[in-house]
């Protein structure tokens, strides 16, 4: 019982990263129909970014802990956000009216840009991040152990995804993404700007990557250039398992994936962990395509 | 013109493939050793070309099949004994097997789909090799002491001499070259080119697209197979990291740079991912930077490729003069 417990905490954290991550995949591929294979990279910029900027600033010993770690994930959030923006401008834009899959190959070749220069400019080996910047104790719900660190992962994660929801829902700006999502011709003629949505779309979901990168830099502790890779593809199997172009289908995924992988890990075969994920990819497009919650993605045949 | 431009391109080919022939002459072991992997990697794009330059289908999991051919080789050589080259049609249909029970089920997603599915696939692949799936590959470490092939009772040593492995690869290639070309001017290879650029019509004129699909993912593998028992052979011993994500990268980067559904162009693409870093040695860790902003570049430029494939042409002159078509008209 206690090891289940552990290994749920345990999936449900690291769910939450998916997820976020997952919400970059989904979004851009609700409204362009790519798939964003670039994304994961911008996940590890993130994790590098907030690396670089903590040691070099100092936030979290000027300005207090929290607000300082506040302060650096906006920053990262940011930045990577930025980043994101150029990517779109500089790879996919000049392929809007290309087939897909031309810009699925520029994106692949944008993955291994930024998978190298991460690589070139901070050297090839793993990265630490300083300790004790997240509480390490350990809270006891009736008897069972629960770290607090996983509690402010998934919190911090859920809180984002719930912004962005209400965001997408709630705002004018947030009905012109869902409007360009559905048809992006029909948008224009109603007088929405499509180029200024793709751009709010490649700046949220990258910052909401970068996020992810800082927070799996804060709770594991050490990062490498080529983790996006791996990341990237658990997410979008987390985005796919929810059915991609949804949301909700996303935070769904990735906390269902995550929890997945974590009892497999636990249950089935530590050293079959990394595979568990590609399994769930392989059996969710062959079993259900269109995800638990979304649209049909096989070629009618 | 047109027949003049076919003697140019021609005489082209012909004074390449004599560059080659003679190349290990005036090469040291080393740059004769970065010629076979140019022939293996040219030889390994020609059989993904199959599946995603004429098939259109993205798949990126090509290193799965190159490595269940190369280890159904070292498996079947180390505990057997059975010489190297008798192994090569037998990994080449361990790899089509395993194609064809993959592609069954994924062959009818879409585009990017398949893509992820075949990475996951080939990640799989590595994942099970690296865990010693079924206790015969060896985990991590790989599989030691594979033999050199015989060419009739003549040891060929591709590592002690890398000139006797040439020309071994070279008859290899050029035999892949001569059945890759006939495939390609087949009912099958025009049926492939049909179904990629029209799937609908395709089907529509009666092709069945995807049982060609599999057909192409099946004979890609079964290549891919037999170039891996020659690369087994080859360096002697092998382990999981030559078979992974990456190598299906460059693969694809092989494919799509050099133009993908063109022979001429599969085969300048394996130069120059393969050989031209060679030649650059001090720009040797930004290679894959230069390549990634060279697909984004491409895809933006000339999306079909350095050499792009060329549309078929059918004499006018020579149909009208056949004999039995005017048979059937009176």
Redesign the interface.
Known sequence: MEQFFTQLTNGLAVGGIYALIALGYTMVYGVLKL?NFAHGDLFSIGAYLGLTLLVSLGLTTHVGGVVGLLLLAVMVMGLVGVIGILLDR??YK??RT?????????A??????FS??LM?VYGPGLKVYPHGLLPSQVLYIFGLPVPVMRIIILATSLVLMIGLYVFIQKTRTGTAIRAAAIDQDAARLMGINVDRVIMLVFFIGPALGGAAGLMVGLHYGQISFSMG?IYG?KA??AA?LGGIGNIPGAMLGGLLLGVIESMGAAYI?N??K??IA??V??LI??VR?TGLLGER???K? | MSFNGNKIRIGIYMAIAVCWLTAPFFLNNYQTDVLNNIAIYAMLGLSLNIILGYGGMFHMGHAAFFAVGAYTTAIINTTYGIPVLWLLPLSGLAAGLFAMVIARPIIHLRGDYLLIVTIGMVEIVRIALVNNVFGITGGANGIFGISSPQVFGYPINGIVNPGHYFYLLTAFLAFTITVFYLLEHSRFGRALKYLCSDSVAAEGSGIDTSGYKLWAFVIGAFWAGMVGTLYAGKITFISPESFSFWESVVMFMIVILGGAGSIPGVLLGAFLIIGLPELFQELQQYRLLIFGIALVAMMIFRPQGILAPQPHTYPIDKIDEKPDDREVAR
Do not use: K, M, Q
């Open positions: 798939i500089a790879a000049p392929l290309s087939p897909r899959l031309s810009a699925v190959v520029s692949l070749g944008a993955s291994i840009v190298n220069t070139l890779w593809l979008f199997t796919i075969s050293a079959w990394d595979a590609f399994f990819l392989i497009l062959i395509p993605v096989a070629e045949i």
